[in-house]
């Protein structure tokens, strides 16, 4: 499939040893604990999970730390000793990674869960995507992805001041809808399915005066008045991302 919108190279050099931190690993992979204990059931005796685009490997870690899950990482990285070092960080000296193309890969075995995160907003044809996903699930299994939300006013706010960040995601899977039809493809159960999260204020490329002006107009505003009240009600105008939670019966 030719219709990735980054590449492998972009993916090599965007993250960096800063991320081979057990208390940065901890801060951001915790942000997502009322979901993550909605997904895995700590009474099922099989815990094997996969990572669809998996590196550099710390959600993997801190799951298997906290759950006690057996780990699996899906990349086409050609590099895994970052992945590695997170695992081994974490105390984590039990998981298998897979160096291969998920748009090629067929998978010889299926999982008890499978997460994708930041993943599918970066093809044209993310249906497809989506639908490659299910070929991991065992009956019984639970399957949760998260996109970012760069719709609503964060798209206005990203062609502002994080433009380049912008243009390598595909706006048009960011809707509800797109995950409700998924499920109906599939006879999924959806478990969760809802907007989460403050207003993404950080940008990812070198910005000017006049846009480091907005950015910081932004950032008082939202990290200090109306992010706490995104957090208890979600907007799909406002907040950071869309979380989705299904399972196979």
């Not at 998920?102 to 044809?125: C, M, R």
């Not at 989460?196 to 107009?217: D, E, M, R, S, T």
Request: a positive charge; charged letters at 25%.
């Amino acid at each position: 499939m030719s219709d990735k919108l980054t590449t492998q190279q972009y993916w090599e050099s965007y993250y960096t040893n800063k991320h081979i931190n057990k208390k940065r690993i901890e801060s951001v992979c915790s942000y997502y604990d009322e979901f993550w204990n909605q997904f895995i059931d700590p009474n099922k005796q099989s815990k094997e999970l996969i990572e669809i685009g998996g590196f550099p490997g710390r959600y993997l870690a801190y799951l298997s730390a906290k759950y006690q899950v057996s780990p699996t990482c899906l990349d086409y990285n050609s590099d895994k000793t970052v992945i590695e070092a997170v695992f081994k960080v974490m105390g984590v000296d039990q998981y298998d990674i897979i160096q291969e193309d998920f748009t090629l890969f067929e998978t010889p075995k299926q999982y008890d869960y499978v997460i994708s995160n930041g993943f599918v907003e970066h093809f044209e044809d993310f249906n497809t995507i989506l639908d490659l996903h299910v070929n991991y699930m065992k009956d019984q299994s639970k399957l949760m992805v998260m996109i970012p939300n760069m719709r609503g006013y964060i798209r206005f706010y990203k062609y502002l001041v994080d433009y380049k960040n912008l243009k390598i995601h595909n706006l048009k899977c960011m809707h509800l809808s797109v995950f409700k039809a998924f499920a109906k493809r599939h006879n999924l159960e959806t478990k969760h399915l809802n907007y989460h999260g403050g207003f993404p204020i950080g940008v990812h490329q070198k910005i000017n005066l006049a846009q480091k002006l907005i950015y910081k107009i932004h950032r008082l505003f939202f990290k200090f008045v109306f992010n706490p009240y995104l957090m208890k009600h979600p907007s799909r105008f406002f907040s950071s991302s869309i979380i989705a939670i299904f399972e196979k019966k």
